[in-house]
């Protein structure tokens, strides 16, 4: 196990899920069926969802059909609770919830999530999923633990927001499958970065793969009422000195928008977020694509007056014209990037960036304790509390906003 108190390894995996909820069927689609996914649609094509792959448990209007087994059962609170019977989601319309939500660190475990339950200004989590946990092997989908969590917060009337990882941000774990670095047509299938390792996504191989899963992924949550929004990596690869010899800049911006079509393609009904930062000269066409396909952005650290290149452009052309989204990390708070106040932190995302979401980490039981000044429970939980609100406008590019 790392012996980063912020980090959870993967051993967190249920495996007495039952047989619906762990899904392991081979793929039906094609790699034709995966590039038509990803053509250009415009906002009138993306409400219309892939087909379901055969043998997975599909939702419907009023939910999942599964059952998903819970890891423990929500501790009792005073707290909000959900519908007798969540609204139907359907036609063109887009689950919209925008608000304050809290960041788990990797693999965190669900009792993690009990701190905002009984905190209504809270409305959910933003988790995030390894490629490799999701697909451990080639065609074999395993979307146990999003079931187990969506059932765990959605008990107590939250969401979740999750995101798709396709790197490592350290040499002691993995997030991307096996049959990536075996299989030759995948070139290695991975690259290494400063600190860990990237899927090779400016491959259009490699990315044909990542649609298939997010079609995968389309197919199952995209109708679950308390899936809030699925979100990408960010954009920046993170190399130090060994950028491979076949990597552009250009080529990678192609890839990200062509799979970010596929993405929305797959999920119409929700708020779909491109996790963007920086990717010099080419952020302006990747932060119009999610904009003409009814798309958004993420930022992976809100830095008052330090605006990221996404950030510059939504501040000065896309200001509440699509959703936006932004993380406020550790390093935000008090890190490598300064020492930041939580309410400095919120005026900047939704004062000049516009924020619909501001998503705030949560550190651990013993950060709290140590850190009060900068923890979730003692620093932004009452600055929360205090400044509830963030822009709940429904953009533009959206439409038709679900709010019920």
């Known amino acids: 196990m790392n012996t980063n108190t912020n980090t959870y390894e993967p051993n967190m995996r249920n495996k007495s899920i039952p047989a619906c909820n762990r899904i392991k069927t081979k ?7 995966a590039l038509a996914g990803a053509l250009f649609l415009p906002l009138s094509a993306v409400a219309v969802p892939p087909p379901p792959p055969s043998g997975l448990c ?27 019977n969540p609204p139907p989601v359907s036609g063109n319309a887009v689950k919209w919830h925008p608000g304050h939500y809290m960041k788990v660190y990797r693999n965190a475990p669900q009792s993690d999530f009990n701190i905002i339950f009984g905190e209504p200004n809270v409305l959910g989590v933003h988790a995030e999923y390894s490629w490799r946990e999701l697909e451990p092997q080639k065609g074999v989908y395993d979307f146990s633990r999003i079931e187990s969590d969506l059932a765990y917060l959605s008990a107590k009337g939250k969401r979740l927001i999750i995101r ?6 350290s040499l002691s774990y993995k997030s991307t499958p096996d049959y990536l670095e075996k299989d030759p047509v995948y070139r290695g299938g991975i690259s290494a970065t400063k600190n860990g390792t990237i899927a090779r996504i400016w491959d259009p191989a490699v990315m044909d793969r990542l649609i298939l899963l997010y079609q995968e992924l389309g197919a199952r949550f995209n109708l679950e009422p308390y899936l809030e929004a699925i979100a990408t990596q960010e954009t920046a690869p993170g190399f130090a000195g060994n950028k491979p010899s076949d990597y552009s800049r250009s080529a990678h911006a192609t890839q990200l928008k062509r799979g970010l079509r596929a993405l929305k ?14 990717l010099a000269g080419e952020i302006p066409g990747i932060i119009d694509n999610a904009y003409q396909i ?31 989204a932004d993380i406020v990390s550790a390093p935000v708070l008090c890190g490598k990037e300064g020492c ?14 516009g924020d619909h979401y501001i ?11 140590a850190t009060t000044k ?27 906003c679900n709010s019920n």
């Open 265 to 278: 393609s797959a999920f119409p009904n929700t708020v779909v977020l491109e996790g963007a930062n920086f």
């Open 27 to 33: 793929t039906k689609y094609t790699w034709a069926a």
């Open 340 to 353: 930041n106040s939580p309410i400095d932190i919120y005026n900047y995302g939704t004062k000049i960036l």
């Open 164 to 169: 798709v990882s396709d790197r490592a941000f």
């Open 294 to 324: 009814g798309a958004g952005a993420l930022g992976p650290d809100l830095i008052p007056n330090r605006p990221t290149d996404s950030h510059q452009l939504i501040s000065t052309t896309y200001k509440g014209l699509m959703p936006t």
């Open 374 to 400: 900068y923890s979730f429970r003692y620093g932004m939980l009452p600055i929360i509390n205090a400044n509830p609100k963030t822009n709940s406008s429904c953009p533009k590019n959206i439409g038709i």
């Open 359 to 369: 998503i705030w980490v949560r550190f651990g039981t013993k950060k709290d304790t």
């Open 58 to 84: 599909i939702s419907t209007g009023s939910g999942s059909n599964c059952t998903p087994t819970l890891v423990a059962p929500p501790p009792p609170t005073s707290g909000t609770t959900p519908p007798t």
